[in-house]
């Protein structure tokens, strides 16, 4: 049973997380920075979980000797959730190894990175610990514990630590899922799909919203409708498995309009339009020369 949950890493992700913990606590502020969060005070909370008390600390401060007594509990019965960055997570790592060593034995360490795996994690498992990677599949541009309702997490785990992921990843409102494929190329292509679902998206807008402004149109009021009702599509024919509701001349095989397109925008602006026009070019199936920009 998790009785203790510390959280090492206070950017978004961890802020996230343990706002939406805190939500389950009466809060208490013991220190400066860190935040313990103790008497249990609503019947959300499974029994499996069972939780006492929440504890956050900056990467930083974490593998900055000496720790403060007051921002680690015992790690005895405990849930470590490593949501650093990337580069701070292998010395984060060694020094839960150096510090606790044997101590871990029963406790569960968890890191949120989506490319990586448990690997990463064992120097703490040859201490006793249980491991996993739990990656809430989610784009966080402000810490808002509203961003991981109702989200994905994609998980890799020992196989006693299941459990008690399934009922944390449930607590903050999420669906926890096994991964069924953990080997290094899986999981970065896991990654990447949420990258491409939200970050290349932004390439997209980032030229609708420049060509929006050079033809003197609001770009609010004309381009966030259509964007929306682009949006309801696409999450409609993915939940039914079907084909991408896609209009204009592209689908229509008409390459001439394309390319009068082209032609007419911009010329700073032309390169991102013949990269995403490609790109759609391959979602659609059509064949053919791939577009290009015409010498002037």
């Known amino acids: 049973m998790i009785t203790h949950i510390t959280i090492i890493g206070k950017g978004r992700v961890g802020v996230s997380i343990g706002e939406v913990l805190g939500t389950r606590y009466e809060r208490q502020v013991l220190g400066t920075g860190y935040e313990v969060l103790g008497t249990e005070s609503s019947s959300v909370i499974p029994a499996k979980?069972?939780?006492?008390?929440?504890?956050?600390?900056?990467?930083?401060?974490?593998?900055?000797?000496?720790?403060?007594?007051?921002?680690?509990?015992?790690?005895?019965?405990?849930?470590?959730?490593?949501?650093?960055?990337?580069?701070?997570?292998?010395?984060?790592?060694?020094?839960?190894?150096?510090?606790?060593?044997?101590?871990?034995?029963?406790?569960?360490?968890?890191?949120?990175?989506?490319?990586?795996?448990?690997?990463?994690?064992?120097?703490?498992?040859?201490?006793?610990?249980?491991?996993?990677?739990?990656?809430?599949?989610q784009t966080f541009g402000d810490a808002d514990p509203k961003l991981l309702e109702g989200i994905g997490w994609g998980i890799e785990c020992d196989d006693d630590a299941?459990?008690?992921?399934?009922?944390?990843?449930?607590?903050?409102?999420?669906?926890?899922?096994?991964?069924?494929?953990?080997?290094?190329?899986?999981?970065?292509?896991?990654?990447?799909?949420?990258?491409?679902?939200?970050?290349?998206?932004?390439?997209?807008y980032d030229l609708a919203r420049e060509l929006a402004k050079d033809a003197g149109i609001p770009v609010a009021e004309f381009l966030v409708p259509i964007m929306r009702q682009t949006l309801e599509n696409a999450a409609r024919a993915m939940h039914e498995d079907a084909p991408f509701p896609l209009t204009g001349p592209l689908v229509r095989g008409d390459m001439d309009a394309v390319q009068r397109q082209l032609d007419a925008i911009p010329a700073h602006l032309r390169e991102q339009y013949v990269h995403l026009t490609n790109a759609l070019k391959e979602v659609v199936g059509k064949v053919g020369a791939p577009l290009r920009e015409r010498p002037e």
């Open 49 to 137: 979980v069972g939780i006492q008390t929440l504890h956050s600390i900056s990467s930083r401060e974490f593998v900055s000797p000496p720790v403060p007594s007051t921002s680690v509990p015992s790690p005895s019965s405990s849930l470590f959730l490593l949501t650093c960055k990337d580069a701070y997570l292998p010395a984060v790592i060694q020094r839960m190894a150096e510090q606790y060593g044997d101590q871990l034995s029963g406790s569960l360490v968890m890191h949120v990175n989506g490319s990586l795996g448990t690997d990463i994690l064992e120097p703490v498992r040859a201490c006793g610990a249980m491991v996993a990677a739990a990656h809430p599949f």
């Open 162 to 204: 299941w459990p008690l992921i399934e009922e944390l990843v449930k607590l903050t409102g999420g669906f926890p899922y096994r991964l069924p494929k953990t080997d290094p190329v899986s999981k970065r292509r896991y990654h990447a799909a949420a990258v491409a679902a939200s970050n290349f998206t932004y390439a997209a």
